[in-house]
Each structure stands twice: as C-alpha cells, then as structure tokens.
C-alpha cells in the first residue's frame, strides 16, 4: 500500500510538472507572436492599440503577465476571449467541450469494439485469407487521414446520398454519426493491429494449448483465454489512441461544422486568440497527461501478473 | 485384455519449407488399461508427435498419412472436431511439460480448474468449484480453498504442475499422456511428481502414456517401455526386459550413457552423432550411421520389429539368425547379470 | 510375422557383416552461411506486399524528384482563361477523363468552352487559378517527401543519440534523461507544432523542426531499451572485459544490433510526417501557398470538391497510395528485422 502511495504521488508530481512547462512553453510562443490579436487590426490607430493593450493588460512586463496568468490558472481563470466580445475563456470551452467528448467516446468505443473483433477473426485465421483482409483493412485505416475520411463520408453519405446531414449539431445523434466513423477509423485500425499481434502470440502459446487439450473449441478459447490475455495490454495503447483522436478532431470537427473543442482551436490559431489557444492547449496536456496516468494504473490494477510485481 | 488404445501403423509428417518432415514413420503400440507405457527417446524422435496426433492436436502443417487410433475400438482419427473435444480432456487428458507457461496468467487457479470440470459435465457452478477445490487438495495444494482464488504467478513451479494435472483430472480420463511432466522441474520436484502421477494412478486406475528423454524416470514409473528413434518405436517391452536385456544397440547407447551410482564418471558413455533429419530419410535404419554394430544389412532395408520374447520386440538386423553374434558393451551386460541374480535370489527365497 | 520375413527376404546373407565406415562422407555439407543483408534481402522477398510497395515507392520517389524535368509547366503558372478544367486523357473518352463535367444536369466540354487548343491535355486538370494540377502533384510530392525524409532522418539521428547516451551511462544520468522524456511525451504533439508554426515563419524548415520536436521521442525509448538489453549480454561484457572504450562498444557492439530496429522504426516515422505536414497544411498553418505540397493542394481541394471533387481526390488519392505503401513496406520490413515488434 506504502508503495502505491509513493508511486501515484510521483506520478501526479510529474504530472503537475509537465502541465506547468507546457503553460510556461504556451504562454512565451503566444507571446512571440507577430501581430495582434485584435480584429481588423490594420485599421486600428497606435492610439486604439495603447487602449486595447491596457484593457487586457498587455502593456505590463512579460513576467509581470506571466506570473499573472498562472496565478489566473490555478483558480480556473484562463482569461477572456479576443475574438468572441471579451467572453471568458473557461465558459466559452465550457460550452463546446461536450460534443468533443461525445463524439470521442463514441469514436473509442466503436473504433475499439470493432477493431477488436477483426483482431480476433485475423488471429484466428492467421495467415489465411481472412487474416490479409482484417490486416489490409487495418492497414489501410492507419495509412488513410481521419480529415480524408471524413471528406469522402461527407461527399458520399451527405452531398451525392443525401442520408446524413452535412454537418452541424442540430440532428441529435444523426449528426454524430459520419464525424464518429471518420474519427473512429484511426482507433479501429490501431485496436484491430494490436489485438492481431497480441491473440497471435496469445494463440500459440502453452496454456492456449492446454485449453484445447481441455477439450474447449477454438471460438471458446479465443473468446476467453485469448481476449482475457489480449485484451488487458491494449490499455496501454489508449492513451496514444486517445491522442490520435483529438488532433483528428481538430480537423474533423471543422470539416463537420460541429461547435466543439477543436474547431474552436483552429478558429483561435487562425485569428491569434492568445487566452484560447493557450487554454485548449493546456486543457489538451491535461486530457492527455491523465489518460496516460489513467491506463497506467488501470492495468497495473486489472493485469494480476504486475499487480503482484507492484506490491513486491 | 482389451487394450484401452491402440496405434495401428501411424505415418505422420509435417509439411515445411525445407520439404516434407516425416516425424513419425509407421509405429505401432497397444495400452492397457491401468498400465503405464513410457515412450523414451532424444529430442525430435516423434514421441510428442504421436501423443499429439492421439489427442489430435496437431499444428494446420500435418498431415495423418496412415494408421489409426482405436480407443476402446472407435478410430479417433475419423472422429468429428466436436466429438473429439468430448474426447479431449473427458476421455484423454495431457499434462504438458512446461508448467510455467501452461496456466493462463490472468485467470484464477481455481476456475482453470472448473473450466475443465464443467466442460465434460453438466454441473452447477458450486459443484464445479467444490469438486476443483477437491482436486486441488487430492494433487497435494494445501489450504486449498484459499489458493483456488491465487493467480498461476503465486505458485512455485512444483505448485503449478500439479494444477496443470490437477486439470488433467478433472473429468476423470481413462488415459493420462504426460509429455515430460518433470523436465522442466528440479530434481526433488521430479521425483515428488512422480510420486504423485504414481499414486493417482493407483487411485484411479488411469492409463498414463509418459514422455520422456530420461531413461532414469522411466525406471521408477513405467510399466512397459516403447523406444523411439527418427520416428519409429525400434525396442518395446515390459520395463524389465528393456532395462536389462535390451537387445536395440541404440538402446545400449541410451543406457549406458545413463549414470548410475556404479558407474565411475569418467567413463560415462554418449551416442556418437546427432539424430538424422527426417526430411527425405535415406532408405535403410536411420540409426546406422551413429551405430557401432550396424551391418551392411542396415543399408538395404530397415530392420523389422523382431520379437524377443511374447511382449519383447526390438528392431535391428542383430536378431536375425543369420546375424553374427555381437556382445553389447560391458555395462549393459552387467546390468544384465545383476539382474538375473536377483531375479534367481528372489526365485529361490520364494 | 510376414513383414518380418518379406524383410528378410531383401536381404542377402552377404550383407550381415559390419557397415564399412563410409561414413564421412555421408556428411551433409551445409549451405553457405548467409550475410546479415543477404538473409534479411531473402526474407523480405517472400513478402510480397512489400516487394511491390518497394518498387511503387521508388517510382513515387523518383517521379517527385524528378519534378523540375517531368512537369509540362511551372507549378505556379498561372492560365486565368482555363480554370478548373477536369481531367483530359488523350486517347480516352471516359466521362471524368475527356475533359467534360455535368453542369446544371448537362455534359458540357470545358475544355471547348474554355478555348483551350486541340492537343492540349491536362492529365489531373486544372485548379481555380489555372494552374496544372499534374505539376502541382509532382511538386507537391516532391515537397512533402523531403519534409518526411529530412524529418525521418533528424528524429532517426536525435533518437539513436539521446537513447544510446542514456542506456551507455545508465545510473542517474539515465534517470534524469527518462524523467526528461517522461515529461516531455506529455505534450500533446501537434499542439505543439501548430504552436510552434504561428510562431515561426511558415516553411519546409519550420515544419520539419516543429515535426522533430516531439516525434524523436519514441524513437529514443526504443534506442535506449534496446540498448539496455544488449549492454549486459555476455558479449558486451567481454568486450568490456577486454578493455574496448564505452564509446567502441556503443558504435561497434550495440548500435549494429540495434539497427535492424531502428530501421523499422525510421520507416514507420516517414508515414507518420507526412501525415503531420498534411495535416498541418489543411488545417491552414503548414505550407503557405503558392507552394505546393499534398496537404495545400488537399486543402486547396477540400474547398471547391463539391463543384470539382477531382481537385481533392486526386491529391488524397496520391496521399493515401504513398502513405499505405509506406506502411506497408514498414510492416514487411518490420516481419524481417524485428518479428516481435508489436509497434
């Protein structure tokens, strides 16, 4: 128990240290920015800009600011939005964040499930015919660009089809559905490949053995003593799959119109809105510094073999 | 009596790159029931092979090219997938030699075990657990009831192959193939698996089929005795006959180089060679090469099974009449004497 | 009973005397030890997959290099009066191939109605400023190989000497460079790069380092592991018994037995950076135009693909052969060099 205690207490050091560098790396590139982030900045006399530069605070010191806008940070003050009439950053994301998730998990969770199921059928019938299709398909999931997909499900199913809308939030879970297969594509490909490699070696290995010499069928054993040992490493690629996942977002969700996180990233980049780059950045770091932690422990909890290294 | 198996001129060979394996060439042997037969040879002799093709559980690569299987008269090699998984475990069960890797790492001890008994039964979960917890204690895992619970890591290697028989026994088969149980133990815990594939064989009245390189085991265990080399059973007998009056010079070979407290180290003996590949074997006896006592006749033809005695046989051209008389090496001779005087001391304290 | 005597019977009396120890000779001679690249180069070719993406990515490679002779315009050329011209194969009447489109539910002849001469083909069309989409490609490819290959190199580099350094000295210097990694791996990647992309002038030089930034990371987890593993194999410790340099034993000993490894790896992180420069450019912030690459024109493209979708499908097409080629021809290599790699 001493043990664990000192071993989640590092962690989350390492944690809060990464959190804290990517801030301070964020704040000083937003602050080399060229330009302003003021709309119709060309218009705006040197006067207007001394005003804006004071309203906002941007006419102290460097550090000044900087240890400013830690501070801010703590207290889940992540400052006002330029761009959008002086909103704060943390009600704007607050707002957009839930499509993001949504359609995350259900791009995780069908991506997985599927790319599952046709590591298992590969394995099964390795090197056969089955097997090439499931790895081709798994191939060609990685090698093809989620924004790629996406353009072509769009053009097909919404543009020439007519089925699904083109974009937008507006159609409950009719809208989710061609945004969650572009995004699923990736974590498919990725489940599919590694669960393939993992139930091969599984599959010929001693107990497998004694399991047929159980008298089990093959479906049964795969199911169950294959999928069990399978199964508990591909937490580790969550964390990996969970990136994948929001940079395809931030494409994918532009290309779909749907109002969440990042669209709302490639709208800030493209119009310099320092407070909300810097926030979904920072928000992006801390998604994915505990999901790393997360699977970390997760499989330390449910893989008996290295729960017993870890109480050692 | 009706011999509970029997291996009626079984071919098998394996289809690889390098061309086609013939990993067991036509070999024949009965068992009876409540006996234990050892099949004793050097690494890639075919003794796992045959095991493998009795409980059919050969790699896609093989290919059965003759013979049967007859257990208790019905071929399990015509046997549909389905009954054969009835078979498998419920009928014939195996013990594999590595019992570091033959439990599934993230599943209980005990419900491995259960997994078995429901398999071959109809029974309530409680049941099945009770009678693995039952099993555990008869394969000698104390505080059983506790360890049901335990992963394979928290069992030292001794521990874990009397699980894996454990599971063997789960749905009481008639025959029990164990395919070098204690190879991969050390010595004290050789001997005391031995000691408990012994006393449930007594218990139960199985048949065991015992694999193994060494000759050392066997003696402790076996009731009869099948030699194998380059695929072919060349001596078979009781344990006695082949222990000491071996007639096969392959087999003088395997005993001599066997240490025994008599035997000064020095002089301990190995088979010149290494065992031939059995990719397109040359006609003849495969064993010639490596063999001291071969005869021209070895080249010709492969020697058939000559019978010694009622339940001896033995496959080198020395047996024929027409051979000249050759003395096997010292030590088998030896034995021999030791043992035809204790034989007579015990005839004459009867 | 029988077989015994039909046996016996192929024998002659004359044969039961002693073998004549012929013996040596039936020695079978082995076959000639095989070179580390001649078994690798024979394993490979059984695989057929990556024998023909081989092949396929010497063609791309070369055609791309081959941009400035190959490309029947300037890149950048533009011919107001012909824009968006489809596709026009000679010698092909296929719709989508002969120049016409379907406009308002009728076939019309662009290329007539542009006034474009007899003769003049454009094999991938022509985009919104008239400029040749089959040069455009060309150049674009060109562009987004070198950003991959440069990048694949720099990480290959910055990966071997950072992991090696670290599984060489080991004790704490070892853990402060884990520690190093452990934080840095934290970052959301492509944040990153975009981040540092507004920052930096847009070009093949910012690109590239925005790319290395965070992508030598895995490749220096491996190197070290790797190195770890082979520093206490007996070999290493005799060569260390015998007196050779830390520096000796990590260039002679370690690193040629980690290379078949680092190659996979290497040719796994060339897919992996063009996807980011794609990305990257569509997303608006890679490439700045008039320069071509394949994420600018599929950015160009996405914007009018549903009035021209040839102008987006043929760069996604494009992207989509030499990225599964890539992959491909990594996991062919992969299955050679480093069967248990599962990543």
Redesign the interface.
């Known amino acids: 128990m001493k043990r664990w205690t000192k071993y989640i207490g590092t962690r989350l050091f390492y944690m809060a240290l990464t959190l804290f560098i990517i801030t301070s790396a964020t704040f000083f590139l937003m602050n080399a920015l060229p330009g302003t982030p003021y709309n119709n900045q060309d218009r705006l006399t040197q006067v207007q800009l001394d005003m804006l530069n004071k309203k906002y605070g941007f006419d102290q010191p460097l550090m000044q600011r900087y240890v400013n806008y830690l501070g801010n940070v703590l207290h889940g003050d992540f400052g006002v939005s330029l761009q959008f009439s002086d909103q704060p950053v943390a009600t704007l994301l607050g707002q957009r964040i839930g499509p993001s998730i949504q359609l995350g998990l259900q791009a995780v969770a069908f991506g997985t499930v599927i790319g599952v199921f046709l590591g298992v059928i590969a394995a099964m019938h390795q090197n056969r015919a089955l097997d090439v299709f499931c790895s081709l398909f798994a191939i060609t999931g990685r090698s093809v660009p989620n924004f790629v997909v996406a353009v072509l499900l769009q053009f097909i199913f919404a543009v020439t089809l007519k089925w699904l809308p083109i974009g937008l939030w507006d159609e409950g879970f009719r809208s989710t559905i061609l945004p969650t297969l572009a995004l699923s594509i990736s974590p498919m490909a990725e489940s599919c490949r590694f669960i393939r490699t993992e139930m091969v070696e599984v599959l010929s290995s001693d107990y497998i053995e004694l399991a047929r010499a159980k008298g089990m069928s093959e479906i049964r054993i795969a199911f169950t003593h294959g999928l069990r040992n399978g199964l508990i490493p591909l937490i580790t690629v969550l964390g990996p799959m969970t990136v994948s996942l929001m940079t395809g977002s931030l494409v994918v969700e532009n290309i779909f119109a749907i109002p969440g996180i990042g669209e709302q990233f490639t709208k800030s980049i493209l119009s310099n809105d320092y407070y909300t780059i810097m926030a979904v950045t920072i928000l992006f770091s801390a998604l994915l510094v505990s999901v790393i932690f997360l699977t970390d422990i997760l499989y330390q909890i449910i893989d008996p073999r290295v729960r017993i290294e870890g109480a050692k | 009596m009706e011999p509970i198996l029997q291996v009626n001129h079984l071919s098998v060979s394996f289809d690889t790159y390098a061309g086609k394996v013939e990993a067991v060439r036509d070999i024949s042997f009965n068992l009876q029931p409540g006996e234990t037969l050892a099949l004793v040879g050097e690494s890639g002799c075919g003794k796992s092979v045959t095991c493998r093709t009795i409980m059919r559980l050969l790699a896609r690569n093989a290919n059965i090219d003759q013979g049967s299987v007859l257990f208790r008269g019905d071929d399990l090699l015509k046997k549909s997938n389905r009954e054969m998984r009835a078979i498998r475990g419920g009928k014939i069960a195996m013990i594999f030699q590595d019992p570091m890797t033959s439990l599934d790492p993230t599943m209980q001890i005990g419900r491995q075990i259960a997994e078995a008994v429901t398999l071959h039964s109809r029974v309530s979960r409680r049941d099945a657990k009770k009678r693995a917890v039952q099993l555990l204690h008869q394969v000698g895992i104390e505080n059983p009831e506790k360890r049901y619970r335990q992963y394979p890591h928290e069992f030292s290697g001794g521990q874990r192959q009397r699980i894996v028989i454990a599971i063997a026994l789960a749905a009481n088969p008639d025959i029990l193939i164990a395919d070098e149980p204690t190879t991969a133990l050390d010595v004290t815990m050789q001997a005391q698996i031995l000691d408990l594939i012994k006393e449930i064989q007594k218990a139960t009245g199985t048949s065991v089929i015992f694999i193994t390189h060494d000759l050392g085991v066997v003696a402790n265990v076996a009731d009869r005795v099948a030699v194998m080399y380059a695929g072919r059973i060349i001596e078979i007998g009781t344990a006695d006959e082949v222990f000491y009056d071996p007639r096969h010079p392959y087999t003088w070979g395997l005993l001599a180089s066997m240490p025994t407290l008599a035997t000064d180290s020095e002089t301990l003996y190995a088979i010149p060679g290494t065992p031939p590949t059995l990719i397109h074997p040359a006609p003849g006896d495969a064993f010639a090469p490596r063999n001291a006592y071969a005869l021209e006749a070895d080249r010709i033809a492969d020697p058939p099974l000559f019978p010694v005695s009622a339940t001896h046989l033995a496959a080198t051209w020395l047996l024929d009449p027409r051979a000249p008389q050759v003395q096997p090496p010292e030590s088998i001779r030896l034995r021999a004497e030791e043992y035809r005087q204790k034989q007579s001391a015990k005839g004459a304290s009867l | 009973m029988r077989?015994?005597e039909q046996?016996?019977a192929?024998?002659p009396?004359?044969?039961?005397?002693?073998?004549?120890p012929d013996?040596q000779e039936?020695e079978p001679e082995l076959p000639r030890a095989l070179s580390f690249l001649e078994d690798s180069w024979r394993k490979l070719r059984k695989n057929k997959a990556a024998v023909v993406t081989m092949i396929l990515l010497v063609i791309i490679t070369a055609l791309a290099f081959l941009a400035p002779v190959l490309s029947p315009f300037d890149p950048n050329e533009q011919h107001l009066a012909w824009k968006n011209l489809p596709p026009k194969w000679p010698g092909v009447n296929m719709n989508g191939l002969n120049g016409t489109s379907t406009f308002r539910g009728r076939l019309v002849d662009n290329y007539a109605l542009a006034k474009v001469p007899e003769g003049q083909y454009f094999l991938f069309g022509t985009d919104e400023f008239g400029r040749d989409l089959l040069s455009r490609c060309l150049w674009g490819t060109r562009i987004s190989l070198t950003i991959a290959f440069i990048a694949a190199l720099l990480d290959l580099t910055i990966g071997i000497f950072y992991g090696l350094f670290s599984a060489m000295k080991g004790g704490r210097c070892d853990t402060i460079m884990q520690?190093i990694l452990?934080?840095l791996?934290?970052?959301?990647?492509?944040?990153?790069v975009?981040?540092?992309l507004?920052?930096f002038e847009p070009g093949i030089t910012s690109i590239i380092l925005a790319m290395v930034i965070s992508s030598w990371i895995p490749m220096a987890r491996v190197v070290r592991a790797e190195g770890l593993k082979l520093k206490s194999m007996e070999y290493v410790l005799s060569a260390r018994a015998l007196g050779a340099s830390e520096l000796k034993i990590a260039l002679s000993h370690i690193l040629p037995n980690i290379s078949g490894i680092v190659i996979v790896r290497a040719m796994f992180s060339i897919?992996t950076a063009i996807?980011f420069e794609?990305?990257l450019s569509?997303?608006?912030?890679g490439m700045k135009i008039p320069n071509a690459s394949i994420g600018t024109l599929?950015n160009g493209g996405?914007k009018v693909?549903?009035l021209y979708?040839y102008q987006?499908f043929i760069p996604?097409i494009i992207?989509?052969v030499i990225?599964?080629s890539?992959?491909?021809f990594a996991?062919g290599l992969r299955d050679v060099f480093d069967p248990k790699m599962?990543?």
């Open positions: 077989d015994i046996k016996r192929l024998i009396d004359s044969a039961f005397r002693p073998w004549e013996r039936a520690r452990e934080i791996s934290g970052i959301p990647s492509l944040v990153l975009v981040l540092m507004l920052v897919p996807f794609t990305f569509f997303l608006g912030v599929l996405y693909f549903k979708p987006m996604a992207l989509c990225m599964l890539f992959n491909l996991d599962k990543e």
